[in-house]
């Protein structure tokens, strides 16, 4: 609940008759107040949209000061100041407790002088909460024919707000994809650092001197093969594979005849032998002489 304050000069406040303005700066609110002495026909009316009303006012010094107030044309409650030899400010004239009144329609206040001089200083006026679809005012229920403006820009306003609210998917999709492809892109881009990282690190050990991945030693295959054959290789195979004589043994093999007549013709140059013909792996060497 929340209370409303109504300066004397508010244009919702309507004064019938005579009134007079004045005012003391230093006690009146706003520095105002509007009175009045009784006449005919001499009130103020105020209508307002709320559960609870206070009328607020100042007393002159020396009088006896009543009033008269009534709400939605009810029985009327009067107000009766006792005498003072000082003007009391702020004083309450008339009053009915917030919720009170019934917060769905409009309600009337009337304030009549009935005796001495009547100085309205403000009034407040409780009012509801506002609800969600509502704003609480104090001022009269507006026509229904404003009432369905009101609906119409309000109809038109849900439209825009909704029109507004929606959103384009395409936009939403192209972030979503681009997204994804960055995510593929940062998981290619860690995949190949690592591959990288293990590269170098099976290339520092050769970078110090060391051999990761030595070579296989290298064999000889002929001398493989001779030791293959040893027990049945001639002096002369000897002689081709390694260059030099080997020494006849009583265990080598005898050379035939023409064997011995080929590598004899050798020996003496003879340009009767073929070029084309390679010597046979049981030709005897040089300077071997069948017995």
């Known amino acids: 609940m929340s209370i409303i304050i109504l300066d004397d000069r508010d244009p919702s406040i309507q004064y019938t008759g005579s009134w007079n303005n004045g ?26 949209n709320g559960t609870g009303v206070t009328v607020i006012g100042s007393i002159n010094f020396d009088t006896v000061q009543m009033s008269s107030y009534t709400i939605d044309g ?82 038109n306003g849900n439209q825009n707000t909704q029109s507004q609210s929606h959103i384009p998917l395409g936009p939403v999709i192209g972030t979503v994809v681009g997204g994804l492809g960055l995510f593929g892109l940062l998981i290619s881009m860690a995949i190949y650092l690592r591959r990288q990282k293990v590269k170098m690190g099976r290339e520092l050990p050769a970078a110090a001197g060391g051999d990761v991945n030595p070579p296989p030693p290298r064999i000889n295959v002929r001398e493989s093969q001779l030791r293959q054959r040893n027990s049945t290789v001639s002096p002369y195979d000897l002689s081709i594979s390694t260059g030099r004589m080997a020494p006849i043994s009583s265990s080598s093999t005898s050379p035939t005849s023409e064997q011995a007549n080929e590598f004899n013709a050798r020996k003496t140059g003879n340009q009767n032998l073929s070029p084309l013909r390679r010597p046979n792996v049981s030709d005897p060497p040089p300077g071997y002489q069948p017995t």
């Open 74 to 155: 009810g029985p009327a409650t009067t107000f009766t100041s006792t005498n003072a030899t000082d003007t009391r400010y702020s004083q309450v004239f008339f009053t009915v407790a917030g919720g009170t009144l019934s917060p769905d329609r409009n309600h009337t206040l009337v304030m009549t002088p009935v005796q001495a001089n009547l100085f309205i200083d403000f009034i407040t006026v409780n009012v509801p909460p506002p609800q969600p679809s509502q704003i609480s005012s104090v001022l009269p229920t507006p026509t229904p024919s404003a009432c369905t403006i009101d609906q119409s820009q309000s109809q």
């Open 23 to 48: 005012g003391n700066p230093d006690a009146e609110y706003q520095a105002t107040v509007k009175w009045s002495g009784p006449a005919p026909g001499t009130f103020a009316t105020l209508v307002f």
